[in-house]
């Protein structure tokens, strides 16, 4: 089992002393506009939050006023009522005046609100200056408003936030809001801006707080679950550390009780590539008696993200991931757990937490706007990375003659190969008188064109003229898994449609020279017609073994016939067997440790290479999940999601061992099940 995830986190825990420089609680520096009001009845003040709202008829010079549907204008905010649309011009900006080197938090608020009677909830694009920032789709609220959020330090005295048009429908925007912050906190690597993704305080019921609780104006929103234990104090907590969240938000906290002393909290990312910060604030709001103390660790992703501490008694304590922290989550599941210590007698507390992905919107060093004294230039739309279309002249080149074969493929040969003289690819060649072959290829390359992910393998290019067909792929020096695996879940959750794998196999899992596995053959894959659909009934497709004998029987595919595959992949690591073996009791590996494990002999399943180096109920929550997938009803398999987050708390409980063996036979027969809850999402979108 490997013992750690690529990558370090590291941790600073912030206290300030209790005397402190607290920005004092006025509008000082904050630009609060109402987009679309008209000059007349600017300014005005909000009666809920005291700030003062103006027109933005002067920062922007294009667009045109609108009000939202009478029906909607009772449930809106004053600030949501008016709004600015853009139905000329595919890119209309506006123009802030800031303080050059100050770090804002920006926020722009959409409500669309039936303006122009057409019940057409728009999309389009959010830049700041030539970059952009982010994509609104308000098709996915109801009724059709959010906002968007980041934290950036313009290096120039003026700030272009711009909305472009990307379809047919017409950009609008209904409040735009920048609000200055310290400069020592939420500090992200050069050039990177921190986009908001969740900002929560941890309550069983409340509103959002924001100014003047908040002397930033963040907007923090309550959240529970109904498994969290809820405690809440009348007295005051010192906030002042510099991030100085609401009192009334560090005021509360929750706690979570289990026989393991462990508090899972679970999201997702929309996409596993991104990077991300956290921070966690802590404080302990109750009263403990002589005997009682509450010690916990802190772990993301199965690594340790602080040593074992124990909250401030009604003093704030801040964790917060390094600025140049490469911090990323497998497949995009995310998890969060809060450990008791042994030393501990009170459970886990957390107060309130924030979740950031990181932006890169590189910045000039000049104003040339001002220097030039002319609007910036439209950027150059962004270039699509085409892939090369190689002759076979070229291929026969690259692989000289074809010299050195690699191994063979689900339609032919695949040989080693150099790009340039010095890239290595691994070259697929179609067998030319395989008709599925023709097949499989063209469907390789119509899903690898159009999909992308650091666990699936790259293509580099192609060769197609007459009876030649080639594939060009990235090569891994580390051959195959036979001789985790995120990339999976992408296909079903980062694609729209969905596609299925349908030959999941230690074969087409792949190594590179960093042990960084990545999914490759995807000739047998199939899309869903539809995003939505649950299945897709097609020709019985796969290999021996790992096939889905649910799928097999009613050809009925589903996102859950990887899954079954999948399952087999875990058994063959934690084994080290054949997936089929005449000579076993039952032949079938999953067949095999459903026996084995039915027996309670666990010892036998287990790679004896390990040499017991391992822990007991990482390896037992191993091979459970591994059956849970190989289940022959795939109503009762996880979904890839559960399954990731599953191995990331096997590879927790591997990495907080102090041991090296474990009495394994202590356990007896185990029932083989599994049980998968809501995942716990605290994104407030």
Same mark, same amino acid.
């Given at each position: 089992? +490997?013992?750690?995830?690529?990558?370090?986190?590291?941790?600073?825990?912030?206290?300030? !002393?209790?005397?402190?420089?607290?920005?004092?609680q006025d509008q000082k520096g904050f630009i609060t506009l109402d987009c679309g009001l008209l000059p007349d009845g600017s300014p005005y003040t909000d009666p809920s939050t005291g700030l003062t709202f103006t027109s933005d008829t002067s920062f922007v010079e294009s667009g045109k006023n609108g009000r939202v549907d009478k029906d909607f204008e009772r449930n809106f905010e004053k600030a949501f009522v008016t709004l600015r649309y853009f139905p000329e011009g595919q890119r209309n900006c506006y123009n802030v005046k800031v303080t050059q080197g100050t770090k804002y938090l920006i926020r722009a608020s959409f409500f669309y609100g039936n303006y122009d009677g057409l019940q057409t909830l728009p999309n389009f694009d959010l830049f700041l200056g030539p970059n952009k920032w982010t994509t609104v789709n308000l098709n996915a609220t109801v009724p059709g408003g959010q906002y968007r959020e980041i934290i950036h330090m313009s290096k120039l005295s003026s700030l272009q936030i711009c909305l472009v048009k990307t379809g047919t429908t017409t950009p609008m925007i209904s409040t735009l809001e920048l609000r200055p912050l310290r400069s020592d906190i939420y500090i992200s690597d050069t050039g990177s801006s921190l986009q908001f993704l969740s900002r929560t305080y941890l309550k069983g019921s409340g509103s959002i707080l924001r100014y003047p609780d908040d002397v930033y104006d963040r907007r923090w929103f309550p959240l529970v679950k109904k498994d969290w234990n809820l405690i809440t104090t009348t007295l005051n907590v010192n906030t002042s550390n510099g991030f100085d969240p609401p009192q009334g938000a560090m005021a509360s906290a929750a706690t979570y009780v289990n026989d393991n002393g462990t508090w899972d909290i679970p999201w997702n990312m929309e996409d596993s590539t991104t990077r991300f910060h956290i921070y966690l604030h802590f404080a302990e709001i109750q009263t403990l008696l002589a005997n009682e103390t509450r010690e916990f660790s802190v772990f993301l992703n199965g690594n340790e993200f602080s040593k074992p501490f124990s909250?401030?008694?009604?003093?704030?304590? *801040?964790?917060? *991931?390094?600025?140049? !922290? *490469?911090?990323?989550?497998? !497949?995009?599941?995310?998890?969060?757990?809060?450990?008791? *210590?042994?030393? !501990?007698?009170?459970?886990?507390?957390?107060?309130?937490? +924030?979740?950031?992905?990181?932006?890169?919107?590189?910045?000039?060093?000049t104003n040339q706007d001002e220097e030039k004294g002319r609007r910036t230039p439209r950027p150059e739309p962004p270039k699509i990375t085409k892939k090369k279309r190689f002759s076979y002249a070229e291929v026969t080149e690259m692989t000289n003659n074809f010299e050195r074969i690699l191994g063979r493929g689900g339609f032919g040969m695949v040989y080693h190969g150099y790009v340039n003289g010095t890239e290595q690819v691994a070259v697929k060649v179609v067998s030319q008188g395989s008709d599925q072959g023709h097949k499989q290829f063209k469907a390789e390359v119509d899903l690898l064109l159009r999909v992308h992910h650091k666990n699936l393998v790259g293509l580099v290019g192609y060769c197609e003229k007459g009876k030649d067909l080639v594939l060009v792929y990235e090569y891994m020096s580390n051959g195959d898994l036979k001789e985790l695996l995120s990339g999976l879940e992408y296909l079903y959750k980062g694609c729209r449609p969905p596609i299925v794998h349908r030959d999941v196999k230690t074969a087409n899992i792949l190594l590179d020279e960093h042990f960084q596995a990545k999914i490759a053959d995807f000739g047998l894959s199939k899309s869903f017609p539809n995003d939505g659909e649950s299945h897709v009934s097609t020709v019985v497709a796969g290999t021996l073994g790992y096939l889905d004998p649910e799928y097999y029987q009613t050809n009925w595919l589903t996102e859950k016939s990887d899954v079954y595959s999948f399952g087999v992949v875990l058994l063959e690591i934690i084994t080290n067997l054949p997936v089929i073996d005449q000579r076993r009791e039952t032949p079938y590996i999953a067949e095999w440790v459903g026996l084995m494990v039915t027996k309670g002999d666990i010892k036998s399943i287990i790679d004896p290479r390990l040499k017991d180096d391992y822990h007991s109920d990482s390896v037992w929550k191993f091979v459970e999940l591994a059956m849970a997938c190989v289940n022959a009803s795939s109503a009762s398999r996880p979904t890839m999601s559960q399954v990731v987050i599953e191995l990331i708390e096997c590879l927790t409980l591997e990495n907080s061992r102090g041991g090296t063996s474990c009495d394994m036979e202590s356990r007896g027969s185990r029932e083989v099940t599994m049980t998968f809850g809501t995942e716990v999402n605290p994104t407030a979108r």
């Open positions: 089992m +490997e013992r750690h995830l690529h990558g370090v986190l590291y941790v600073f825990i912030i206290t300030f !002393s209790l005397i402190h420089f607290v920005q004092a909250p401030k008694m009604l003093g704030i304590v *801040t964790m917060i *991931t390094q600025p140049e !922290s *490469t911090l990323r989550c497998e !497949s995009g599941a995310c998890l969060l757990q809060l450990v008791k *210590t042994t030393n !501990s007698t009170l459970p886990p507390l957390l107060n309130a937490m +924030e979740i950031f992905t990181v932006v890169e919107l590189p910045q000039p060093e």
